[in-house]
Nanobody
C-alpha cells in the first residue's frame, strides 16, 4: 500500500522560496506534484522518475521549480523559487507505477492529503 505525506507548505511573499517534501512508503516508479487553486482545476506542476531521476515540468514553473528525490528514495522534494501569486494553491504529491514522468492526474492512483502554499503580494 502506498502512502504519501506532504509537508512544508506555508505563506511567503512574492519572489520568495519554499520547499515542499513528500514522504513516500510503498512501491512507486514515478511521482508528480500537482496544484489546485480555488475555483480552478488541478494542474500538473512537475514529475520525477524515482529510479533514474528524470524530470518533467509544466512550462509555468520551468526555471523556478526543481523536483528531486533523495538518495534513500523515500522523500520527493519540490524546491520553489521566485514565487508568484499565481503559484498559490494546495499542492499535492502523487505516486504512480508508470515508469516515466507522467503529467496527467489520471496516471496517478495514489495521492497525499495536500499542503497549502500562499504567495502574497
Amino acid at each position: 500500500q502506498v502512502q504519501l505525506v506532504e509537508s512544508g507548505g506555508g505563506s511567503v511573499p512574492v519572489g520568495g522560496s519554499l520547499r515542499l517534501s513528500c514522504s513516500v512508503s510503498g512501491v512507486t516508479y514515478s511521482h508528480g506534484w500537482f496544484r489546485q487553486a480555488p475555483g480552478r482545476e488541478r494542474e500538473f506542476v512537475a514529475a520525477i522518475n524515482r529510479s533514474n531521476g528524470k524530470t518533467n515540468y509544466a512550462d509555468s514553473v520551468k526555471g523556478r521549480f526543481t523536483v528531486s528525490v533523495d538518495n534513500a528514495k523515500t522523500t520527493i522534494s519540490l524546491q520553489m523559487s521566485s514565487l508568484k501569486p499565481e503559484d498559490t494553491g494546495v499542492y499535492y504529491c502523487a505516486g504512480s507505477l508508470i515508469y516515466g514522468t507522467p503529467s496527467r492526474g489520471s496516471d496517478y492512483p495514489n495521492w497525499g492529503q495536500g499542503t497549502q502554499v500562499t504567495v502574497s503580494s
